[in-house]
């Protein structure tokens, strides 16, 4: 079954305003992340599509992670945040489960770094730490 094409967009402006309802400051929509502080608390957030072609999100999704990596360099970094369409989690479930031991060094190298799965219909958010991605323990 082919998933309906979302737009990075439509994740940025979800998560905007589900976290202005939880009290987060955030920078402007001009950037390429989502950069939100509430108290203590701060987190970098990439907003990824899922495009019809499943390789440019794949892409994208890889870009993405790299930025992952430049954020957890901030000081006083909760988390940094790869958020993306529901539909997205089982392609990139299969993408990673053909380099798992890689991404397992990676999960473990980066504890920091969380997935959030945007559910548009439903107006949900799941959130996961990255080794939940390849860890059959949990289907969705």
């Keep these: 079954m082919k998933s309906k094409p ?19 400051k955030m ?6 992340s989502i950069i939100a502080q509430k108290e203590k608390i701060l987190l970098y ?4 599509g899922l495009k019809p072609d499943y390789l440019k999100s794949i892409n ?36 990673m489960s053909n380099r798992k031991s890689a991404w397992v060094r990676i999960c473990i190298g980066f504890p920091e770094i969380r997935i959030y799965l945007i559910d548009l219909e439903q107006k949900k958010i799941i959130k996961k730490k ?3 991605v390849i860890s059959d323990d949990e289907e969705i």
């Design 6 to 24: 979302v737009k990075k967009k439509q994740i940025d402006e979800f998560l905007r305003k589900r976290l202005d309802k939880k009290g987060f």
């Design 27 to 32: 920078n402007h929509h001009k950037s390429d």
């Design 45 to 48: 957030i990439s907003c990824i």
């Design 60 to 95: 994208e999704f890889t870009n993405s992670l790299f930025q992952a990596f430049e954020h957890i360099e901030k000081p006083d970094l909760k988390y940094s945040v790869l958020a993306m369409p529901l539909d997205f989690f089982q392609i990139l479930r299969n993408y």
């Design 130 to 132: 990255l080794i939940e």
